[in-house]
């Protein structure tokens, strides 16, 4: 299986900052990556699928980069509506596999 | 746009078999390009992939759950459903039905809104 480790697990910040969150996958898989946003009892919204492609109705302050292992999410301007849970999905070979999830609280 | 709804008992006893069903609505299961697939979450914590299948009937398993999972598909329906045998409180998990668009590359793109399953005596 590909693991995939999402770096941090948490982190603090303020409405208008700029977060980045990280995904390093244990073997290259291209830019077979996606990022999903979960609120509590929802299920996850994809933002960003092929690494770098924004979701059709995601606010553009998201973007993705990166491509075989390494990969960020971005958030330029944190807004009140972000705060939430995070997670990466390697979409390259199976088993599907997720990161362990990062989540953004209020600081 | 394509819906996807899951349905099925959200308590299941000890040792027993968990069965769930997903409605996919908006959109045929015999679209070739789209696998449709389960995964799980288990409480506090990360999400895990179940496993798929194709309307043809071709399914993917996560070697974790390989021996205890079918997939099954009911085309007539829209729908296709999971079992999961032998359940522990372990298997407590709030389960999802997800589209996988494999034919272009894309991932798990259309979700369910999930349905808590409890496993307990």
């Known amino acids: 299986d590909i693991q995939m480790t999402q770096s941090p697990s948490s982190l603090s910040a303020s409405v208008g900052d700029r977060v980045t969150i990280t995904c390093r996958a244990s073997?290259?898989?291209?830019?077979?990556l996606g990022w999903y946003q979960q609120k509590p009892g929802k299920a996850p919204k994809r933002l960003i699928y092929a690494a770098s492609s924004l979701q059709s109705g995601v606010p553009s302050r998201f973007s993705g980069g990166g491509s075989g292992t390494e990969f960020t999410l971005t958030i330029s301007s944190l807004q009140p509506d972000d705060f939430a849970t995070y997670y990466c999905l390697q979409h390259n070979i199976y088993p599907r596999t997720f990161g362990q999830g990062t989540k953004v609280e209020i600081k | 746009q394509v819906q996807l709804q899951e349905s099925g008992p959200g308590l299941v006893k000890p040792s027993q078999t968990l069965s769930l069903t997903c409605t996919v609505s908006g959109g045929s299961i015999t679209t070739s390009g789209y696998y449709w697939s389960w995964i799980r979450q288990l409480p506090g914590k990360g999400l895990e992939w179940i496993g798929y299948?194709?309307?043809?009937?071709?399914?993917h398993y996560n070697p974790s759950l390989r021996s205890r999972v079918t997939i099954s598909v009911e085309r007539s329906k829209n729908q296709f459903s999971l079992k999961l045998s032998s359940v522990t409180a372990a298997d407590t998990a709030v389960y999802y039905c997800a589209r996988d668009d494999y034919g272009s590359g894309r991932g798990l793109d259309f979700w369910g809104q999930g349905t808590l399953v409890t496993v307990s005596s």
């Open positions: 299948i194709y309307y043809s009937g071709t399914t």
């Open positions: 073997q290259g898989i291209r830019d077979d």
